[in-house]
């Protein structure tokens, strides 16, 4: 019997990218898969009505389920939705304009049942809106998956994006699902995850070393740059809460991640002083590793 896996895809403001993602979900090479598609327009009545259309096509298809938020509200609480809708044991996550690659479903659950554990994550690639290649997420820091090293690891490196997650469905209810946050719920549950794994050590992590999913970066006005950046810097003073015991090395390396991340926020927002300003931050922290990702 295979178990059943259902994927949660939220739509917002891109709704003629939701049928590539959707139709990408329907190729997996797993064969009892489920998409859960939820539109999260409710301040944009224009790209709702699109939605709509667009979900036409698959109505008579078993395989999808198609919800309206009926309020606007940010990822979380629309993934939450999703979830309390679905059928599946496992969930996995696609944003709307997103693909996996055929063989990701059937890959990562064989990976998580052969192992037996609760919450799995696997590398992933970037594209531009034209379709080129332009990065990597490979994760060669983890290097075994003890609840305590998986926590300091993405306190460092960040474990986000979601749709390199898949977790089982009660693990998800267990820690809450999604927190009710304008930006950074992927860094949080992650968060939240390792840290009721730490109470709780029958749960178990694993990463799969491997690329399924093209994630494709997308036009953004100035108010959803800024909120990232208030983002980026809400998510950097949780790392360094006193709660949790870093080394001076490790700080370093989350001061370093923090400029660079500014810096590329700022350039896209057109605001070179403060681009240059944190480039000068980062290349301070860690000289080495600034010159490194410069040749």
């Not at 990218?17 to 224009?46: C, G, H, K, M, W």
């Amino acid at each position: 019997m295979y178990p059943k896996v259902s994927v949660i895809t939220v739509t917002h403001k891109k709704a003629d990218l939701l049928s590539r993602t959707i139709d990408s979900v329907l190729r997996q090479t797993y064969p009892n898969i489920q998409v859960i598609a939820v539109d999260n327009n409710a301040a944009f009545p224009e790209q709702r009505l699109e939605t709509e259309k667009i979900m036409e096509k698959y109505k008579d298809d078993p395989r999808v389920r198609f919800i309206v938020s009926p309020n606007a509200s940010g990822s979380g609480p629309a993934r939450n939705a999703g979830a309390q809708n679905c059928d599946g044991e496992y969930i996995s996550f696609l944003d709307s304009g997103d693909e996996y690659l055929p063989a990701k479903t059937e890959s990562q659950l064989k990976f998580m049942m052969m192992h037996g554990l609760d919450f799995s994550l696997t590398d992933y690639e970037d594209y531009n809106s034209k379709g080129k290649l332009i990065g990597r997420g490979f994760r060669p820091y983890i290097t075994n998956w003890q609840t305590e090293n998986l926590l300091e690891n993405h306190l460092v490196f960040s474990f986000a994006p979601a749709p390199s997650f898949m977790i089982k469905r009660d693990f998800l209810f267990e820690i809450g699902g999604f927190r009710n946050v304008p930006s950074g719920e992927d860094f949080m549950l992650v968060l939240d995850a390792l840290e009721y794994a730490e109470l709780h050590t029958e749960k178990k992590f694993g990463y799969v070393p491997n690329s399924y999913l093209k994630l494709y970066a997308h036009d953004e006005d100035t108010s959803e740059i800024e909120e990232e950046i208030r983002c980026e810097n809400m998510l950097y003073k949780i790392k360094l809460s006193d709660k949790y015991p870093l080394s001076k090395n490790e700080i370093r390396r989350i001061d370093y991640n923090h400029y660079r991340r500014l810096a590329g926020l700022y350039s896209k927002n057109k605001n070179f002083a403060g681009c240059v300003s944190n480039k000068a931050k980062a290349f301070m922290t860690i000289p080495m590793l600034s010159i490194k990702e410069l040749i």
